[in-house]
């Protein structure tokens, strides 16, 4: 069974920080791309960013690059989303993703998890 599990989110003040989990059962991330998307009350959701651990590649999206930063763990099981100088605009849900690869960003993906709320306050 795949399963994709976040964890992290919060409520946390403009300018301040949270650090997303996601753990991946079921997948050998060698062959996966793992992404970070989220989606606001009222928007489309929106891709903010992706790991290919194989070719260790990492997109962003503009609104988040220079801000947000993801990496995985050495056991290739978790994929983080280090977000840093959050604004009132980063609240949404935040939710995993992944893909075999090879995968374009922000396309479509196959797996996905339940999300994890994000909430900035100004």
């Known amino acids: 069974q795949m399963h994709l599990v976040e964890s992290g989110g919060g409520l946390v003040q403009s300018g301040g920080s949270l650090r997303l989990s996601c753990s991946a059962s079921g997948f050998n991330l060698d062959y996966y791309s793992v992404g970070w998307f989220r989606q606001a009350p009222g928007r489309e959701r929106e891709g903010v960013s992706c790991l290919t651990i194989s070719s260790n590649d990492t997109r962003y999206a503009g609104s988040v690059k220079g801000r947000f930063i993801i990496s995985s763990d050495n056991a290739k099981t978790t994929v983080y989303l280090q977000m840093n100088g959050l604004k009132p605009e980063d609240t949404a849900v935040y939710y995993c993703?992944?893909?075999?690869?090879?995968?374009?960003?922000?396309?479509?993906?196959?797996?996905w998890g339940k999300g994890t709320l994000v909430t900035v306050s100004s």
């Open positions: 993703a992944a893909h075999p690869i090879p995968y374009g960003f922000p396309g479509a993906m196959n797996y």
